[in-house]
């Protein structure tokens, strides 16, 4: 079974779908990139390797090291893969009053990934993003 999908074309329309469902709400976010130092914040952020194999295909994973528990592609505090983040990344604001309904959004997105990764018959984990990054860092180093 493959492990990339046949068509990036449909998650860059789900990713923009989201985007434009989130714009009507706008949570509001300073970009601080706090919530990027996973440990701090106290935060594991979940993704797909649908997500991954995503950002992978799209731009390079620099080498990080897992114990820090900081996103490597938070660049001075500013995500450097915007265009290619995933779901989770995009729909976490950290406003407590728009917890249930992001929570709502993010399941609806979260289906519909994963409706693709049947369609295109690939393979599907779902696990800590670092983790999959691990892998995948470990996976260009042979
Ligand atoms: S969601 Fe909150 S913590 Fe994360 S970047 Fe935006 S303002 Fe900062
Ligand atoms: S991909 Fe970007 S938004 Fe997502 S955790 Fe990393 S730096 Fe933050």
Redesign the pocket.
């Known amino acids: 079974m493959s492990n990339h999908p046949k068509n990036n074309t449909d998650i860059k329309e789900i990713y923009k779908k989201l985007d434009a469902e989130l714009a009507s709400i706008n ?10 130092h996973f440990n701090e ?1 106290g935060h594991v952020l979940y993704a797909s390797t649908v997500e991954t194999d995503y950002i992978r295909e799209n731009v390079e994973i620099p080498s990080f090291d897992p114990d820090d528990n900081v996103c490597p592609f938070l660049v001075n505090y500013e995500c450097s893969i915007r265009d290619h983040r995933a779901l989770g990344c995009r729909v ?4 407590p009053q728009y917890k249930e309904t992001l929570q709502g959004i993010y399941e609806k997105y979260y289906t519909m990934i994963k409706d693709l990764a049947i369609e295109d018959k690939v393979e599907w984990y779902y696990a800590p993003m670092m983790k999959l990054l691990e892998k995948k860092q470990q996976k260009n180093q042979l």
């Not at 949570?27 to 990027?36: F, I, Q």
């Not at 976490?92 to 406003?95: A, K």
């Open positions: 949570p509001g976010c300073n970009a601080c990139g706090t919530c990027c914040f976490f604001f950290c406003n």
